[in-house]
């Protein structure tokens, strides 16, 4: 009996390498894979919006891109830093200083479109009027809650509407009362659980977010509008890929994708 349980430990152990080794090399395979598939950078505020327009371009070209999410400030960074990556997408302000610290030419780069400041309520709320500044003004002061982009995570949003409730003269009352979202978070989330009766945010963050209605854009002596660019950098490992995301977004599918997501294409 000694000798059968001693074999079939033997054997056991065999098996339990053969395994380990397997796993392993299915692991580095699967690490190489993605090494070699594109990656992208793209600016948090268009995080929806490439929710929409992925699927549509791996659908239409057959390419798999990975995509990671990060600030216009981070992602900057880190291509400064050194980091490669096949394709960025970034606000205006971003993508210049890549081109200052001489990351990418100004000849690969893509202007998507502008995203104005939008306000929202909760879905099915009466919508209030916003149609000039002191529209807003008594919609703020009228909320129970509100909720905007922190100012303090450097989204555009954010620091737009932090000026804002200072022009309006309304700071104290309505910070007492705001809820920010977690960082890099949208403040539809906060919207759609009722936990705010407005929200202001960027409308790529806020278009046809669910559980959510638009009331529309802030009135234009309020208004601000962030222009997102894609670009190319000069170390690309992938350039070919990159270009082919570009000229999907140029198409007239990916101009519709992105209107749909709440950008006014260029």
């Known amino acids: 009996m000694s000798s059968i349980t001693s074999e079939w430990k033997a054997g056991g152990s065999k098996r339990r390498v053969l395994l380990l080794f397997l796993l392993a090399n299915s692991m580095t395979l699967i690490s190489t894979a993605r090494a070699e598939e594109p990656r992208g950078l793209v600016t948090i505020g268009m995080h929806r919006v490439f929710d929409r327009v992925m ?4 659908a239409a070209s057959g390419r798999k891109f990975r995509i990671e999410y990060a600030s216009t400030i981070e992602i900057a960074q880190r291509i400064i830093d050194g980091e490669r990556t096949d394709f960025v997408v970034a606000s205006r302000a971003g993508v210049d200083k ?23 309520i909760p879905k099915g709320r009466t919508a209030p009027d916003i149609s000039n500044a002191e ?15 922190d100012p303090a995570s450097g989204g555009p949003s954010g620091i737009h ?8 003269g309304i700071s104290e009352q309505v910070n007492a009362k705001t809820r920010f979202p977690p960082a890099g978070k949208p403040v539809g989330d906060i919207l759609a659980r009722s936990e705010a009766d407005i929200g202001i945010q960027q409308s790529v963050e ?18 601000i509008v962030t222009d ?39």
């Open 161 to 168: 509407m932090a000026r804002v409730l200072e022009r309006l």
């Open 135 to 149: 529209g807003v003004k008594n919609a703020l002061l009228a909320a129970k809650a509100v909720s905007y982009t």
């Open 206 to 223: 806020l278009t046809s977010y669910p559980g959510v209605d638009v009331v529309g854009p802030l009135p234009p002596e309020l208004q």
């Open 98 to 120: 890549l081109i200052g610290a001489e990351k990418v030419t100004a000849d690969s780069r893509f202007d998507l479109g502008g995203s104005r400041i939008v306000v929202a």
């Open 55 to 58: 699927p549509a371009f791996e």
């Open 228 to 266: 997102y660019l894609a670009a190319i950098p000069k170390d690309s490992v992938h350039p070919d890929a990159g270009k082919s995301l570009l000229s999907f977004l140029r198409s007239p599918e990916g101009v519709l994708l992105l209107r749909e997501g709440g950008l006014d294409p260029r």
